[in-house]
Structures are given as structure tokens and as C-alpha cells.
Nanobody, 129 residues
């Protein structure tokens, strides 16, 4: 049984930073693709970032709105994935979820929410202007 738990959310002013953590129990995260998604009030859940294993390293993926500001990383020893968020904007306000795929995803699939089988409970991020 895979369980994911997010932490690190909170209230921050525009331009500030937060680091979200996604800790996993069960099988190691490094074998699979782990993604971060977010859902703002009244909006659909959307892709934010993902990390997948590739050869001896990993590939990372972002949306245009977060690229350059957000960084996803993984600590295999801790079985934890992080999302470092810098230069936060009010439009980044949302509940952030981490999710893990049931198998390693190909690059073209990592942004597809339906490809993720396990989800955390979410952590609220609020950015004030």
C-alpha cells in the first residue's frame, strides 16, 4: 500500500518562497514518476511539475507558468520528493497535491493527471499580494 503525505504549505507574501515535501511509504518513489499538481478554488486540478527516472539520473518537467521559479527534486534515501517554489505569485495560491504513478511514465505522459494512481491529501499554499 502506497501512502503519500505532503507538508510545507502555508501563507507567504508575493515574491516569497516555500518548499513542499512529499514523503512516501511503501515502494520507493525513485522507481516511478512523481508529480505535483495544484487545484485553486473553482478550477480543475492542474499539473505543476514531475520527476521521473531516466538512466542513472532523472528528468524533470514543468509548466510554462512555473518553469524557472519552481524546482522539483528527489531524495531517494528519504523516499521524499520536494517542490521548491520561489518568486511566488498570488495566482500560485492553491491546494498542492503530490501523486505517484503506478509505473514509470514516458515523457509525453507525465503531465496527464489520469496517469497517476496514488495521491496525497494536499497542502494549502496561499500567496498574498
Amino acid at each position: 500500500q502506497v501512502q503519500l503525505g505532503e507538508s510545507g504549505g502555508g501563507l507567504v507574501q508575493a515574491g516569497g518562497s516555500l518548499r513542499l515535501s512529499c514523503a512516501a511509504s511503501g515502494r520507493t518513489l525513485s522507481t516511478y514518476t512523481t508529480g505535483w499538481f495544484r487545484q485553486a478554488p473553482g478550477k480543475e486540478r492542474e499539473f505543476v511539475a514531475a520527476i521521473r527516472s531516466s538512466g542513472g539520473g532523472s528528468n524533470t518537467f514543468y509548466t510554462d507558468s512555473t518553469k524557472g521559479r519552481f524546482t522539483i527534486s528527489r531524495d531517494n534515501a528519504m523516499n521524499t520528493v520536494y517542490l521548491q517554489m520561489n518568486s511566488l505569485k498570488p495566482e500560485d495560491t492553491a491546494v498542492y497535491y503530490c501523486a505517484r504513478s503506478g509505473a514509470s511514465l514516458i515523457a509525453s505522459a507525465v503531465r496527464n493527471i489520469r496517469m497517476y494512481d496514488y495521491w496525497g491529501q494536499g497542502t494549502q499554499v496561499t500567496v498574498s499580494s
